[in-house]
């Protein structure tokens, strides 16, 4: 994976094309009817709905755009069980007090419900990356420093 790269699973990288597909078809004609109808209704420079949609238009174009780039970029593939903590990867940590935890490793992008995310940008999941089980992890956060021991590391299914 390059820094340019984002890993996606397969599961989150189909999710992601039927966004852009639907954004691209569906989301345009409504986006292009909402603004002819708002047209209609007079004077442009004082149509709430004329601006309202317009802005929805942009927005979804930009989110268009973000898609593209993502999955142009994309590195689609499952991960292996390598043990240690990687891009991926399900991760089960202990606190001091000894409460558990589990946190998916990956980029946003993969965002899976139920799940809590950490993103290898993230202070905490890039002191999780390569650690394996039996190891201590430091991260610095904004509410102080947090210790985790690594409990089990599994691979992520859909």
Not at 67 to 94: C, K, P, Q, Y
Not at 112 to 119: D, E, K, R, T, Y
């Amino acid at each position: 994976m390059t820094d340019q790269s984002t890993w996606l699973t397969p599961a989150a990288h189909d999710k992601l094309q039927a966004e852009l597909a639907e954004l691209s078809t569906v989301g345009r004609v409504e986006i292009s009817a909402r603004i002819a109808e708002a047209r209609e209704h007079g004077d442009l420079r004082e149509n709430a709905e004329y601006d309202a949609a317009k802005n929805e238009q942009g927005l979804m174009e930009a989110r268009i755009r973000k898609l593209t780039h993502l999955l142009d970029n994309a590195e689609v593939r499952e991960v292996e069980n390598s043990g240690l903590v990687e891009v991926g990867t399900v991760v089960t940590v202990i606190d001091d007090d000894e409460d558990e935890f589990e946190f998916f490793v990956a980029p946003a992008e993969n965002k899976v419900a139920g799940m809590v995310l950490a993103s290898p940008q993230s202070p905490l999941g890039d002191a999780l990356l390569g650690a394996a089980p039996g190891d201590e992890v430091t991260y610095e956060a904004p509410g102080g420093t947090f210790t985790y021991r690594i409990a089990a590391v599994r691979v992520y299914e859909d």
